[in-house]
DNA sequence: CGGCTGTTTGATGAGTGTCAACGAATGTGG
DNA sequence: CCACATTCGTTGACACTCATCAAACAGCCG
């Protein structure tokens, strides 16, 4: 099976939502990074067995009592904020193993509303257990500080300030860079975002995007077709990425 | 002595830099909050007494290794990052009780530069006697996943698509609560940040932001001079800056 | 006083948001 | 399986914001 059919099928949500963290497929980028096998045993007992949740259904909202961290299994989600008009703004999007409902552990509710962008599969870690748990094993809250500081260190490195096209250039990279240290394919993916989905995460217009991923595309940078993106010329893209 | 008084002795440095935690004034933000007065103590032990450093130097540097969190214990820092055309870019600025260098937790060298805005005194908290410390005392490690949780959850929050007024607007109002927070005065304060540090830091030119300072000044919104800001029009300000 | 750095001002053009309309794709119910 | 409705993506015209360049000005320190 090629890489890319693989990650078709983990958005088809074919794969065994039994799994525990032993067998996982992405245990490596996940919160069990790095622990002994009695370490992910203890683990396994506080973590529920991976859920299918519905496209467009929400894990959790925008205010609830926050109690659990959640981390991808299969397929995609997004985090969104509402702003004072009470339009939806997105701040994140989530690949398997990554850790989603951080921004609640400061304030005891969750500060953003998670939704699956496509039938997808979760795991719920309630926190508290998961703290009880660390005072035994500190690495697992260390790979937790761990996986916090890589967000920090994400989320402020963005540029705010470079023109439409590098935004594109580097949000495609940076997916595609995501999709290869989970075992995917980064040079063809599957991408089961909406235009008007990706330009509201980069801050701009539908239109202003659609015209920029034609150009990229005319340029031959990419090719992107039924949501399924190949990066064409990975050098090039990088370039336009950084200015 | 007035709140703007104490503010810009901040800025001076009168402060007593043998200050243990306990006595700290800002112990309540930063990360001894909450502990109880036998926790107090160990952390003191690990923690050296504060240290003054001079205007424009550095705490530490990009790509050097990580071995320490630092809190700001009074003055002003900022952190800052190169761009691959070697420019600098501002991604935050530091107000007492404020924790730095969390970025290095992931990879174990810092991901940015943190230098002194003006003469500063900083606590320095060796990062793994801190881990050692927090298994005797896991509310101490919960005290720092909050302060990482707050983080992300104001990075993400960060509007990316809005116009030059609303981005200062929203820069003081965000300025104006972080010193409310620590007993400074939220209406009028010292702001020992050069207006080209702070376009840079919103992601707009050395001009526009003059412009648009000067708009707020002349519909007087604000007032700014001799690095006092004074806010005018709170309501008003926050208008502009949500949209 | 002169030399720096930081800030202001004006003129100009490129890049993007907005509006409006259309076309393509997808979903729904008969 | 087809007709229809709805969402999603595309295209063009236009206005406006903001970055850029150039130059002058203000404040500061030796």
Known sequence: ???????????????????????????????????????????????????????????????????????????????????????????????????????GIHSDFYESTVTALTMSSYCKIPYKQLMDLSIEHPVIQQNLLKVMSKEIYSCKKNHIDIGSTAKLALFIKTLSYRFEIRGYSGKEFFLPISQRDIANYLGMAE????????????????????????????????NIAES
């Open 1 to 103: 099976m090629s890489k890319l059919q693989r990650n078709i099928q983990n958005y088809k949500n074919i794969v065994n939502t039994k799994t525990k963290c032993q067998k996982c497929s992405v245990n490596t980028l996940c919160l069990p990074s790095g622990l002994s096998s009695s370490e992910l045993l203890d683990l396994d007992k506080v973590i529920a067995p991976s859920k299918i949740v519905d496209k467009n259904k929400p894990l959790f909202s925008y205010g609830e009592k926050f109690d659990s961290l959640y981390v991808v299994h299969s397929g995609m989600f997004k985090s969104t904020t509402v702003n004072e008009e009470g339009k939806e703004r997105i701040i994140s999007f989530h690949l398997p193993g990554e850790v989603m409902g951080l921004d």
């Open 207 to 238: 239109e202003t995007l659609s015209r920029v991923f034609k150009k990229l595309q005319k340029s031959e940078m990419v090719k992107y077709k039924k949501h399924i993106l190949t990066i064409l010329k990975k050098e090039e893209l990088e």
